[in-house]
């Protein structure tokens, strides 16, 4: 069992900066890969950026790429998500998941959620 916080959501304004923590439970946090996803209101889930479990490769939705990082500290069971440039299109309930086989743009292939971050970009 993993339990997943989230932390760091916000309101910014348009060209700001957030970074969000995603706090992990459990003694095997480098076995999963680590996502983080996106819901805005009367949307459905979509995915933003994955990272594996040694941190080595990560993967990024175009509509981030270049904007956002993804990286993980083992040693502190967090993976983080740095959002650079935001756009108020990045408004969105933010969460962050963990996959015990490897990492996937579908939401139902991830084992544990968080409870989310609102994260609010104002123009």
């Known amino acids: 069992q993993v339990q997943l916080v989230e932390s760091g959501g916000g309101l910014v304004q348009a060209g700001g900066s957030l970074r969000l923590s995603c706090a992990a439970s459990g003694r095997t946090f480098n076995n999963y890969a680590m996502g983080w996803f996106r819901q805005a209101p009367g949307k459905e889930r979509d995915f933003v950026a994955a990272?594996?479990?040694?941190?080595?490769?990560?993967f990024y939705a175009d509509s981030v790429k270049g904007r956002f990082t993804i990286s993980r500290d083992n040693a502190k069971n967090t993976v983080y998500l740095q959002m650079n440039s935001l756009k108020p299109e990045d408004t969105a309930v933010y969460y962050c998941?963990?996959?015990?086989?490897?990492?996937?743009?579908?939401?139902?292939?991830?084992?544990?959620w968080g409870q989310g971050t609102q994260v609010t970009v104002s123009s």
């Open positions: 998941a963990a996959d015990r086989t490897y990492w996937d743009v579908r939401p139902r292939e991830y084992d544990y």
């Open positions: 990272i594996v479990g040694n941190g080595a490769v990560n």
